[in-house]
């Protein structure tokens, strides 16, 4: 099967058609539901902390759109390369006018997109939330909607990356360990100045150059509380999250062109 390919738009035409077949998948309807229902029952539950609804609603609500968001990602993105392989779509599209690094782009593009939607819809339902149980709104949870967006487009391109020269278990794998690391990679490196030899502290020190620093798309904290970000911060992390997104695509691309689609 060919993909229907526009010539003068190959990454995107990829794009649309990656954006369909996720679409068809019931799993972004399960994930959905859950993420539903979390914010939900963060409604219900909140009466239950006296003092503390407005906290247990944004935090839970914010934490359930970036979390489901990462596993999302996770879910539909790892196989896309072996599945297309072993069904012969990917040989067959890999042919002018679609190159190796438009194939790359429109698949990144159109994974990134869908779960956007699935987030913007989550997002959608937590406002709802929000407005039903009286919870004041401040200008960071808006900040913490979009970094979130921005984190997911980082572990796309990481996964897009592992996906082009691992199995979809494995890229899974690596994608989430790359996921915990990136939100601890500070905290490992101050354990490692403080507590670790030498090596284990150079190990870490590289760990946290070359690993994305998830943890600075992490401003739950700030909009439970209330608390001003500092300065050109959000400018500052969005440059970040584009050039890391930019720089994963980049490998993905150097490596996939030296791949045996057929293999």
């Known amino acids: 099967m060919r993909i229907p390919v526009n010539a003068n738009s190959p990454v995107l035409t990829i794009a649309r058609y990656t954006l369909k077949g996720y679409i068809k998948e019931r799993v972004l309807l399960v994930v959905l539901v859950f993420g539903f229902v979390l914010m939900v029952s963060s409604y219900v539950l909140a009466p239950l902390a006296v003092g503390a ?32 392989r072993d069904r012969g779509i990917l040989p067959n599209n890999l042919s002018k006018p679609v190159g190796r690094v438009d194939f790359i782009l429109g698949k990144f593009l159109g994974t990134w997109v869908t779960v956007l939607l699935v987030m913007a819809c989550m997002t959608f339902l937590y406002f709802v939330v929000m407005l039903v149980s009286r919870t004041s709104f401040n200008g960071v949870i808006f900040v913490a909607v979009f970094l979130s967006a921005l984190e997911v487009a980082v572990v796309t391109a990481v996964m897009t990356l592992f996906s082009t020269f691992t199995s979809p278990l494995l890229s899974a794998l ?90």
């Open 53 to 84: 609804q407005r906290k247990i609603i944004v935090d839970i609500g914010l934490a359930s759109i970036s979390v489901f968001g990462i596993l999302l990602v996770v879910l539909i993105a790892a196989g896309y390369y072996a599945r297309e």
């Open 174 to 263: 690596f994608t989430l360990c790359v996921v915990v690391s990136g939100h601890l990679s500070a905290d490992l490196l101050e354990f490692a100045e403080r507590f670790g030899g030498a090596g284990f502290n150079a190990v870490s020190s590289v760990a946290y150059y070359v690993l994305p620093n998830l943890s600075l798309f992490n401003v739950r904290s700030e909009a439970v509380h209330e608390l001003p970000l500092m300065n050109q911060y959000v400018a500052a992390v969005t440059v970040y999250g584009v050039f890391y997104t930019l720089i994963a695509l980049l490998a993905s691309a150097l490596i996939f062109r030296r791949r045996d689609v057929a293999a």
